[in-house]
Antibody, heavy 122, light 110 residues
Framework: EVQLVQSGAEVKKPGESLKISCKGSGYSFTSYWIGWVRQMPGKGLEWMGIIYPGDSDTRYSPSFQGQVTISADKSISTAYLQWSSLKASDTAMYYC???????????????WGQGTMVTVSS | EIVLTQSPGTLSLSPGERATLSCRASQSVSSSYLAWYQQKPGQAPRLLIYGASSRATGIPDRFSGSGSGTDFTLTISRLEPEDFAVYYCQQYGSSPLELTFGGGTKVEIK
């Protein structure tokens, strides 16, 4: 079964750092782009960026460039989303997603992780 | 940046009725790279349609997508109880790469 399994919910204070993970299984992890999508409480979906685990080519939404870092470790089939200094406005559900077609950056998302809820509060 | 505008914001219908959801783009979407997703409360979204009109694996044929250029439509031919949810469109054809979503349409029980 093709799946993405994300790390558990996090509660952090403003200014703290955080790295959440997304482990792929059931397919060739290095052959498909992996992305991250933010959903703030009660709001819609926002695309953050993508990475190609095969060569770590990374693209960011202009809205998130410089705010987060996307990385991957292909040896353990895991992608990451990290913050160096969290803000209260980072409170949201974060989903990792797999692209539908092997090797396609311009693509729809066919596999979604279960989501990681990040709460930032003093 | 391509902006996607979905309408209506909320659609109130009864089971068995036909639902027609609209997604309008601020610029032409290249190669009909337009997808539709369904999200139920407390769940991750699910891919329904890609390439404007191709159904994803396991999606019932009551869901259909159409359109090109700047105007796209998701049609649910006969609403089942499990179809009441929020639906998002997404374009993935822009260069430089931006995979933007519309604001969503909620389909609720009338």
């Amino acid at each position: 079964e093709v799946q993405l399994v994300q790390s558990g919910a996090e509660v952090k204070k403003p200014g703290e750092s955080l790295k959440i993970s997304c482990k792929g299984s059931g397919y060739s992890f290095t052959s498909y782009w992996i992305g991250w999508v933010r959903q703030m409480p009660g709001k819609g979906l926002e695309w953050m960026g993508i990475i190609y685990p095969g060569d770590s080519d990374t693209r960011y939404s202009p809205s998130f460039q410089g705010q987060v870092t996307i990385s991957a470790d292909k040896s353990i089939s895991t992608a990451y989303l990290q913050w160096s200094s969290l803000k209260a406005s980072d409170t949201a559900m974060y989903y990792c997603v797999r692209h539908l077609h092997s090797g396609w950056a311009n693509d729809a998302f066919d596999i979604w992780g279960q989501g990681t809820m990040v709460t930032v509060s003093s | 940046e391509i902006v996607l505008t979905q309408s209506p914001g909320t659609l109130s219908l009864s089971p068995g009725e036909r639902a027609t959801l609209s997604c309008r783009a601020s610029q032409s979407v290249s190669s009909s790279y337009l997808a539709w997703y369904q999200q139920k409360p407390g769940q991750a979204p699910r891919l329904l349609i890609y390439g404007a009109s191709s159904r994803a694996t396991g999606i019932p044929d009551r869901f259909s997508g159409s359109g090109s250029g700047t105007d796209f439509t998701l049609t649910i031919s006969r609403l089942e109880p499990e179809d009441f949810a929020v639906y998002y469109c997404q374009q993935y054809g822009s260069s430089p790469l931006e995979l933007t979503f519309g604001g969503g349409t909620k389909v609720e029980i009338k």
